[in-house]
């Protein structure tokens, strides 16, 4: 039987301001009340506080809350690891699902847009540079990422984004003009101009209201994590650069790059197919980010940068293909002695449909082969009819099911068809003819 209520609990201290946000769905009607303090040194102390004086006034118990959500960042260090703590360990106490939501995405969902329209997010991340994403709007409040979270210098913002806008305008034109959203507009307006023909949204920073109605959206599609996967979005890589440094162009990780006009042709060192403009390397510590930043814009259920570590100390396959300097794809496997298993593989959104993903997955075949391994064994989701036609053009041939293997919408589960693929023996090289 559905659930006649829904409660949600909803909790942002990405900047100076802690938020406590209660979310009820009640026969498909949804209702906020919220809470907001200002105080930087804070948060810890006044956020659970709040949360309880919220459920006290619905007349609701800890217990009767189904999911718990937090701002995900990115924006202050200290202040993301308290909602993200705080997120993990009532969803480890009372067993419920958290969902993560973007502090950026939570300020576009203030501003009234219609379908189509972009609205690109600037939040102050001190010392001259900003958190910067854009977004492109759906039906119902959904959010489509044009480009996640990056770091940026304040004055390069308005450049980038004339000439990324000019793009996006003509993949697909929106009825409205692009929206400027975020508190770094305000922070650093000498240096941050609007680009011609944009506008200004007065959303400054993330609330909890918008945390919890994104978190529950996000519910809907089924993109709630167990606790232990909950992890803050940290997007810039080192806090104290030197005036060299920056000089150089340090700063930040990723780095947005402007998209290509549409229907204009890659060139070829961005092909994916001009020989050393893409290259296959080890998976390194230093690629931790960018990886963990492809796999959460890929996939509804996504693997963690402390899962990737984790894989990387225990030692398994692991490889990053980078395209002028960029990682683009990666893929983990595990080898055992009588089989080996491919656990995670994923192209960035923008450069798939290029061949990427079948040169990682070819050049993973190759290297297991010729370590010896006889098989190569994966899973996929039924409903994936994309990437189930991706495996069986490369040979793959489906052996089993696993049931209730992966999370789904909803708190459900959904199963997963187990693949193989025979690795014949590798042709010997040279130095191996007798």
Same mark, same amino acid.
């Given at each position: 039987?559905?659930?006649?209520?829904?409660?949600?609990? !909803?909790? %942002?201290?990405?900047?100076?301001?802690?938020?406590?946000?209660?979310?009820?769905?009640?026969?498909?009607?949804?209702?906020?009340?919220?809470?907001?303090?200002?105080?930087?040194?804070?948060?810890?102390?006044?956020?659970?506080?709040?949360?309880?004086?919220?459920?006290?006034?619905?007349?609701?118990?800890?217990?009767?809350?189904?999911?718990?959500?937090?701002?995900?960042?990115?924006?202050? /260090?200290? #202040?993301?690891?308290?909602?993200?703590?705080? *997120?993990?360990?009532?969803?480890?106490?009372?067993?419920?699902?958290?969902?993560?939501?973007?502090?950026?995405?939570?300020? *576009?969902?203030?501003?009234? +847009?219609?379908?189509?329209?972009?609205?690109?997010? *600037?939040?102050?991340?001190?010392?001259?540079?900003?958190?910067?994403?854009?977004?492109?709007?759906?039906?119902?409040?959904?959010?489509? +990422?044009?480009?996640?979270?990056?770091?940026?210098? +304040?004055?390069?913002?308005?450049?980038?984004?004339?000439?990324?806008?000019? !793009?996006?305008?003509?993949?697909?034109?929106?009825?409205?003009?692009?929206?400027?959203?975020?508190?770094?507009?305000?922070?650093?307006?000498?240096?941050?101009?609007?680009?011609?023909?944009?506008?200004?949204?007065?959303?400054?920073?993330?609330?909890?209201? !918008?945390?919890?109605?994104?978190?529950?959206?996000?519910?809907?599609?089924?993109?709630?994590?167990?606790?232990?996967?909950?992890?803050?979005?940290?997007?810039?890589?080192?806090?104290?650069?030197?005036?060299?440094?920056?000089?150089?162009?340090?700063?930040?990780?990723?780095?947005?790059?402007?998209?290509?006009?549409?229907?204009?042709?890659?060139?070829?060192?961005?092909?994916?197919?001009?020989?050393?403009?893409?290259?296959? %390397?080890?998976?390194?510590?230093?690629?931790?980010?960018?990886?963990?930043?492809?796999?959460?814009?890929?996939?509804?259920?996504?693997?963690?940068? #402390?899962? /990737?570590?984790?894989?990387?100390?225990?030692?398994?396959?692991?490889?990053?293909?980078?395209?002028? #300097?960029?990682?683009?794809? /990666?893929?983990?496997?595990?080898?055992?002695?009588?089989? +080996?298993?491919?656990?995670?593989?994923?192209?960035?959104?923008?450069?798939?449909?290029?061949?990427?993903?079948?040169?990682?997955?070819?050049?993973?075949?190759?290297?297991?082969?010729?370590? #010896?391994?006889?098989?190569?064994?994966?899973?996929?989701?039924?409903?994936?009819?994309?990437?189930?036609? /991706?495996?069986?053009?490369?040979?793959?041939?489906?052996?089993?099911?696993?049931?209730?293997?992966?999370?789904?919408?909803?708190?459900?589960?959904?199963?997963?068809?187990?693949?193989?693929?025979?690795?014949?023996?590798?042709?010997?090289?040279?130095?191996?003819?007798?």
């Amino acid at each position: 039987m559905p659930l006649m209520t829904w409660n949600l609990l !909803a909790l %942002e201290t990405s900047s100076a301001y802690c938020g406590v946000a209660l979310l009820r769905e009640e026969d498909g009607a949804c209702t906020v009340r919220s809470r907001v303090h200002e105080g930087v040194q804070e948060h810890a102390e006044r956020l659970l506080p709040m949360a309880d004086e919220l459920l006290a006034e619905a007349g609701l118990a800890p217990a009767d809350l189904h999911a718990v959500a937090f701002g995900q960042g990115p924006g202050a /260090f200290t #202040g993301l690891r308290v909602a993200c703590g705080v *997120a993990q360990g009532m969803g480890l106490a009372l067993e419920l699902p958290v969902l993560p939501v973007v502090s950026h995405q939570a300020v *576009a969902a203030q501003v009234a +847009a219609a379908p189509d329209d972009i609205v690109a997010v *600037a939040m102050d991340a001190r010392m001259g540079e900003v958190y910067l994403a854009a977004y492109r709007a759906g039906r119902d409040g959904d959010w489509r +990422a044009l480009q996640p979270p990056v770091l940026m210098p +304040a004055p390069a913002v308005p450049g980038w984004l004339a000439q990324a806008a000019a !793009a996006w305008q003509e993949a697909s034109p929106g009825k409205g003009a692009p929206v400027a959203a975020g508190d770094a507009w305000q922070a650093y307006a000498g240096e941050m101009p609007l680009p011609a023909g944009w506008r200004r949204h007065e959303a400054a920073r993330p609330d909890a209201e !918008a945390v919890a109605r994104q978190a529950w959206r996000a519910w809907q599609r089924g993109q709630a994590v167990a606790p232990d996967a909950a992890a803050p979005l940290y997007v810039r890589d080192k806090v104290a650069y030197t005036t060299a440094e920056r000089l150089q162009g340090e700063g930040g990780n990723p780095r947005a790059a402007v998209p290509p006009a549409a229907g204009t042709p890659a060139p070829a060192a961005e092909a994916g197919r001009a020989g050393d403009a893409v290259r296959i %390397e080890a998976m390194g510590e230093s690629d931790l980010d960018a990886v963990a930043d492809i796999e959460h814009s890929v996939q509804s259920f996504p693997w963690t940068r #402390g899962n /990737f570590a984790d894989a990387l100390a225990a030692g398994y396959s692991a490889w990053v293909l980078r395209q002028a #300097g960029r990682v683009c794809g /990666f893929c983990v496997a595990m080898t055992a002695p009588d089989v +080996a298993h491919l656990l995670v593989i994923g192209v960035a959104r923008d450069r798939q449909g290029r061949g990427l993903g079948a040169r990682l997955l070819g050049h993973c075949e190759d290297t297991l082969r010729r370590a #010896g391994a006889p098989a190569l064994l994966l899973e996929v989701r039924p409903s994936n009819d994309r990437a189930l036609a /991706f495996y069986r053009r490369r040979g793959y041939a489906q052996v089993g099911l696993r049931r209730g293997y992966y999370p789904a919408g909803r708190g459900g589960r959904e199963d997963a068809l187990v693949m193989r693929k025979v690795l014949a023996p590798a042709a010997p090289t040279l130095r191996e003819m007798p």
